[in-house]
């Protein structure tokens, strides 16, 4: 549904986005995430028609964004950064407002309102004035101006942003819920979002896209995927990394803890997982270890990330 | 009686004809909606409240304190009509400074252009809403017209033709301001340079100005700084003549000002 060929953007001398290529389909939740800062806004931007890319090119739908902007903007429902909307109008007002624009009149335009209100749970405000909300309100009016027209492609930049636990959750639902008939790309810092709601992530750093995969193949990237923890009841860490170098499977060995006793041994290169906790467990048997844990690590998200995107301060260093 | 009243609405949806026929049906229904959308922010916020009571007040103030309208003993509005052009120098910028400068500073802008409606739909709608503003608040000082004709037995003629040149004069300043709004997200400098660019378009067929031109320069050159001023081109109207091209020239300002606007928008998106 969206295709996004070799983006750039420049805005003067400074390179917001530099060559960024990807493509969702229908039933796919792509998750953009990057450092402050790397192009995300600026990307989703173009994808929705707000600002012309200096080179590349955007489909969605089939439909060139720059050569026929209004079929393809008839297919995305936006959720711009901040979620603005019009002060001065009721919620009502404003979702009406969204509903003309797109096209929609009398009962069609009613049903439409009715269905998003329900979704978003502003029945209580329907008829309050937007200055006078809550910034979550606010948040969800302008998200149900989004979704007022059922698209089938949905661009959300930072929708859990500002909102607290009980709201991200349920947005999160929301998306994954709508992710199965739609193509949604959205924008967060929040690397649990991602494993949360995403069928795909991207991560981009300064304009470029440094990882692409599913949240599962973005995690096996993280050095300590595949690692297995042990922790035991007694005896000296000293013994137990001496144990745990002799087994084939190991790489190395890391002391987390000296009382309880608690030993990470990483994965050889190319080793099996699965491998590294059998061979752990028969030696602890042979060597009688009382075993209080032992467990295979995920691999976390914010080890890949903070990994293959270097934060702002060595980037000027670099500079 | 109440010709001012009928005639401003026919004179406001003129502009309107363009885009449909390059859009069709769903083009006007857009720039209607965006349009509806904008009178409803003017009368939800106080603007156009204070907007209409403040022309009210000062015509009435200027027309009736300052050039004397019952001393000078004459059936017609002139002395109602010759200050338009300086009140409006300072009211029509009020009402227009927000138009674009709002949309940018709240973010709602990126809403509005990601809609599938193309810039000119919203800059048209969102201009005609503000026009209405201006002429609703033109309309209202009718009493002054029941006046005159209680009084006397003035030419109604030259009076619709007055109050069509105020409504033209005002859309010419309006479309000065949108161009301007568009330029930043602050309003006080929006409004500033709104003003002084409106001043302009007065002051360069200003008697006092022309006079002072004339001294040293040649006719020509003076006629056509003068051509540039809505001066001229209102003082001729008032005379109750509408000339094609007085009306031409009013409209060309306009038609000048929100393609320059269109221009700012897309530039500003485009980084």
Redesign the interface.
Known sequence: MIEVRNLK????AKTAVNGVSFKVEMGEVLGFLGPNGAGKSTTM?MI?????PSDGEVFVGGFNMLDNP??A??L?G?L???A??????TVL?FLG??A????MRGEAKKRAIDRVVEMCFLESVLHQ?IETLSKGYRHRT?FA?SIIHDPAVLVLDEPTDGLDPNQKHEVRTLIKKMGRTKAIVFSTHILEEVEAACSRAIIIDRGQIVANGTPEELKQRSEHAGAVTVRLLDGSSAAVTHKLDQLPAVGKCTVLSEAPVTVRAYLKKNGARGELAREIGEVAATEGWRIEELHTEEGRLDDVFRAITRPETKQEEAA | MTDATVDSPAVVTTPAVRPEKEGGA?AL??IL??AK?EI??YF??PVAYVFIVIFLLLTGFFAFMVSGFFERGQANLLAFFAWHPWLYLFLVPAVGMRMWSEERR???I??L??????PWQAIVGKFLASWLVLALALALTFPIVLTVNYLGRPDNGVILASYAGSLLLSGAYLSVSAMTSAMTRNQVVSFIVSVVLCLFLILAGWPPITNMLSQWASAWFVETIAAFSVMTHFESIQKGVIDSRDVLFFFSVIGFCLFTTSVIIRAH???
């Open positions: 953007k420049s805005f003067g931007r929705t028609g707000f600002i012309p209004i079929p903007k008839r995305i936006y711009p950064e901040n603005p909307s019009y002060a001065d109008m007002g407002f969204a003309e624009l797109r096209g004035s302008c101006q | 769903s229904r857009h909606t965006i959308r409803t922010g939800a916020s709240l973010g709602t990126e809403l252009l990601t809609m599938p409606i193309t998106r485009a980084g």
